[in-house]
């Protein structure tokens, strides 16, 4: 019986030093692929992530609409950088992000039945009570793509001094979710899947900016709701951190 525990704990030792040695691998594998810092050789590969932060209104409003200016966003993008050569000023990005966007409004979105469809439309609110908040919110799974062009000097640390960066995007989104939140001194409301919206979003944006820092700006091709319903097509300007 000893014999026996032993051999078998000699395999297991076996297996676990295997799948251990796997999974270094696969860090590692993982880690180089993501590549945590910029290359020192080969072609010039960078900026694979992008945090925004945002600054939101829609385009135009209904009549006795107004907008809040404390609307604001937030997006964070994972980018593949593929130069167009060794030492190439230009290259383009493949990309994955996320971004949440709130509007803040006097109105209310309401459902008008009509004989053969629906619409959603935004009117003012009819209260006499005092509105402490009013949002809608709209979250988007977005898949960007960017043509880069930049500044590549001589020498890593030349690079990371100066290093100017001009990146003309255009992303397509799907909707993951939208919601409103209303709060007065009497009630508290958060209502989800506004009707007619629409399940997705697209529309160019450039990111203009040195080393790290820089400003974004995003106009939106697509309106939130249908056709048929109130017209709201959203755009943004913030401030871009890229870095890796």
């Avoid at 180089?32 to 992008?50: C, L, T």
């Avoid at 990309?95 to 469809?117: I, Y």
């Avoid at 003012?124 to 000097?153: C, G, H, Q, W």
């Avoid at 960066?165 to 979710?177: D, I, P, Q, S």
Wanted: charged share 20%.
């Amino acid at each position: 019986m000893g014999k026996n525990a032993s051999e078998e704990m000699k395999k297991i030792a076996l297996i676990l030093l295997f799948f251990s040695f796997c999974h270094v691998g696969f860090v590692q594998g993982l880690l180089s692929y993501v590549k945590w810092e910029a290359d020192s050789q080969g072609p010039e590969k960078f900026d694979r992530i992008a945090i925004d932060l945002s600054w939101n209104q829609w385009q135009k409003v209904p009549n006795n609409i107004t907008q809040g200016y404390f609307s604001f966003g937030f997006s964070s993008s994972w980018f593949k950088d593929l130069p167009l050569g060794q030492k190439s000023n230009c290259a383009i990005a493949l990309g994955l992000g996320f971004e949440s966007m709130s509007f803040h409004h006097n109105g209310t979105f309401t459902n008008v039945q009509n004989s053969n469809s629906s619409s959603t439309q935004l009117t003012p609110f009819e209260t006499d009570s005092v509105v402490l908040r009013n949002k809608y919110a709209v979250n988007y799974i977005d898949f960007p793509f960017e043509f880069r062009i930049r500044t590549i000097n001589k020498t890593l640390d030349d690079r990371m001094k100066f290093n100017f960066k001009l990146y003309l995007g255009f992303k397509v989104g799907v909707l993951v979710n939208d919601h409103t939140k209303y709060k007065d001194n009497n009630i508290k409301i958060k209502t989800f899947n506004i009707p007619n919206t629409l399940p997705y979003r697209f529309g160019p944006y450039v990111r203009i900016g040195f080393n790290k820092i820089g400003f974004v700006g995003y106009y939106s091709l697509s309106s939130i709701f249908q056709d048929g319903s109130v017209n709201l097509k959203p755009f943004s300007i913030g401030l871009s951190w890229m870095r890796f």
